[in-house]
């Protein structure tokens, strides 16, 4: 695990005295919100519809358990008593008073955490595969890739005022779990024919107002050159990126104006220039932070527990099908906490579920925590032999329910509940749907389905990557919904199709259950997924399925 | 061309706890939407939100939001935001729900 070095930690105290200043300048009258607001925001600190909002990094979405019971403590003391994990690997507290947050971010400089880098058009959090180190499948950990983008991104001079924010996701697998494709620059470990370690470079993703899946700049990168690739990539984009048009500012609209072959080409060329100034030190520095990633000491230790339990208890059993994905190491499983127990608010977690988190990870997991873009929580390193355990502890504190995958493991943004930007709510949609599937029951036997609610155009909640996807409109004052089909976040990466006009908030849940019900009949047998039949049948049988008048008046 | 001015409230939020607040009838900040003064004429709407904005070590980002007379729980927002804002959010009871 990365640990803060002299310089890390002095920065970020020195940048929290820096805004207790500003926050008191502000309080007294001697700053402006003009003037404040660029500021607070360099702090991750936000004005919501009902109060400020802090959102706080979570870098490559890794914990350990002193850093998550520090947010339940913040939770606690300065908030209401609970967080919300975003699609971002952030956590965001919801009820902060102003003259707090210094006091706030104190505690989360002590330990070694920060709320830099979560607002602005600067390089936003680094994400990464929240399986990272763990999953069976990975080539390399991406965090160490992640660390060093930090580090090189915190701060940087040039990129502290580029055209629009920019974010950046890793994926150390072929299995993308990171949505690289749809990040402005998605980064994907891979090894040459020699087996030399590179990164495959993709760029202008994006979802949003004018969603783009991500186009590949360079199929092979060696390791040594990443950042001063990387950073030609930024120095072309802040020198011909718009800034006349908000809405036409972020690099995807760059790489589409220019066309990805001139694009690559001028990153090319100043590649040749940017790669003479690197003197090697930054891979120095990426050996040193890789080494603090070094996997633990695996426990050697029979797994006659967890093979009992399964032949045992029904109940385990189907937490294990769903919450749990094979590890690197066979004895090991990566176990998945779900954020999503039918009708509660998807990523939201309690204080006193943060503490129980905290400490099975402490107790059985090495001691690490993983945040995932689906605001699920993760113990990425449980021995076999202790998930039974885990689970009994999951139960009792309400964190065991066994819907990671399902269609009631719905990502959803905060909606207009909280959201200054939303046009509508996203979080009643989305509890109504899981409460739904609950009541239903069926939604194993659905399967693999990913249903993701935005509030707005911005796509926070990535419903253009949701096999289901669902965007909250206002329609002249009321709140109304679009769906998208066959969207895809993961390697095999594509936009959702409109489907058509939008519904009725207590329209979306019938009309989810159609979607659901037409596929039910349509797949070929059990084992083909919704997306999978989706791509087979293509958008007629849905949309004839989602209005069925039409579809009435049409076969007239 | 210009939108036709509808009644409104004038809204901002608590500079110190980001909390909604309303422009009452007596002229101070309340948080509560059923003290809001309704502004029926656009002059004196537009005069009241220019003071509002000099008072920047009070209030963030005053705005109109249409409303209509609501009867004895006073003036009504017309859009779904600002009847999120005047309530608090769906999923808790947190914000303005818990103060009453």
């Known amino acids: 695990m990365y640990r803060y070095d002299g310089f890390d930690r002095e920065f970020v105290h020195a940048r929290v005295a820096q805004f207790r200043q500003q926050v008191e300048r502000r309080i007294k009258g001697s700053l402006t919100e003009e003037e404040f607001k660029p500021l607070r925001l360099m702090n991750g600190l936000y004005l919501q519809l009902h109060a400020y909002m802090l959102r706080v990094a979570i870098p490559y979405g890794t914990l350990q358990s002193r850093q998550m019971r520090q947010l339940a403590y913040i939770a606690e003391r300065w908030d209401k008593g609970y967080g919300h994990f975003t699609t971002r690997q952030n956590i965001q507290f919801n009820w902060p008073r102003l003259k707090d947050v210094p006091d706030i971010l104190d505690a989360l400089a002590d330990v070694e955490m920060h709320a830099i880098q979560t607002s ?35 701060d940087h001079p040039e990129f502290a005022f580029l055209p629009r924010k920019f974010k950046i996701a890793v994926s150390g697998s072929p299995i993308d779990r990171a949505v690289t494709r749809a990040h402005d620059i998605g980064l994907r470990m891979i090894r040459n024919v020699v087996g030399e370690p590179g990164y495959e470079v993709c760029v202008g993703g994006g979802l949003g107002r004018t969603p783009m899946i991500g186009s590949v700049i360079r199929d092979f990168l060696p390791e040594a050159d990443l950042l001063p690739y990387i950073e030609s990539i930024l120095q072309v984009y802040n020198a011909i990126g718009r800034r006349d048009n908000i809405y036409k500012a972020r690099i995807k609209i760059t790489v589409s104006e220019h066309g990805i072959e001139a694009f690559r080409e001028s990153v090319e060329q100043r590649f040749r220039i940017q790669r003479e100034t690197f003197a090697g030190e930054h ?109 009994a502890a999951l139960r009792e504190a309400g964190l065991a329910t066994a819907n990671v995958g399902l269609a009631s493991d719905i990502i959803a943004c905060p909606g207009m509940d909280y959201c200054n930007l939303a046009t509508a709510r996203s979080i009643p949609i989305a509890q109504d749907i899981a409460t739904r599937m609950k009541e239903r029951g069926d939604e194993r036997h659905i399967g693999d ?32 919904y679009q769906i998208t089909l066959g969207g895809d976040g993961t390697e095999t990466a594509a936009l959702g199709e409109r489907a058509g006009p939008g519904f009725a908030a207590d329209d979306v849940v019938p009309a989810v259950e159609r979607l659901i019900d037409t596929y039910l009949e349509l797949r070929s047998d059990d084992d083909e997924a919704f997306l999978a039949t989706y791509r087979r049948v293509g958008m007629r049988p849905f949309k004839a399925a989602l209005y069925p008048d039409t579809a009435a008046a049409a076969g007239r | 061309m210009a939108r036709a001015f509808r009644p409104s409230i004038l809204t901002a939020n608590d500079l110190l706890d980001g909390d909604v607040v309303y422009l009452a009838r007596d002229g101070a900040w309340t948080r509560r939407s059923a003290e809001a003064r309704l502004f029926e004429d656009e002059d004196e709407a537009n005069r009241s939100l220019a003071a509002a904005e000099s008072q920047e070590d009070a209030v963030v980002g005053p705005y109109l939001a249409a409303a209509v007379p609501g009867g004895q729980l006073g003036p009504e927002p017309v859009h779904i935001r600002e009847a999120l804002r005047a309530t608090g959010p769906t999923n808790y009871c947190h914000g303005k729900q818990t103060g009453r």
């Open chain 1, 449 to 480: 389905l990913k249903i993701k609610i935005s509030g707005c155009i911005n796509a926070c909640g990535h419903h253009h990557v949701g096999h289901i996807g669902i965007l909250g409109l206002d329609r002249a004052g009321v709140e109304n």
């Open chain 1, 283 to 391: 891979q120095a520095l990426l050996a040193r932070i890789g080494a603090m990633f070094a996997a633990p000491v695996w426990i050697e230790a029979p797994t006659g527990a967890f093979d009992a339990a399964l032949a045992r208890d029904p109940v385990f059993r189907s937490f294990v099908d769903t919450n749990l994905h094979p590890h690197r190491n066979p004895d090991y499983a990566i176990v998945t906490i779900s954020l999503k127990a039918h009708g509660a608010t998807p990523g939201d977690a309690t204080a006193e579920q943060m503490r129980v988190i905290a400490g099975l990870a402490e107790r059985y997991g090495h001691d690490e925590i993983r945040i995932s873009h689906e605001q699920n929580c993760i113990l990425p390193h449980v021995h076999k032999r202790d998930v039974p355990a885990v689970h």
């Open chain 1, 120 to 154: 602005g058009n600067c390089v936003r959090n680094v994400t990464a595969d929240h399986f990272a180190g763990a999953a069976d499948d990975e080539i390399a950990d991406p965090r160490p890739t992640a660390e060093l983008l930090r580090q090189w991104s915190t």
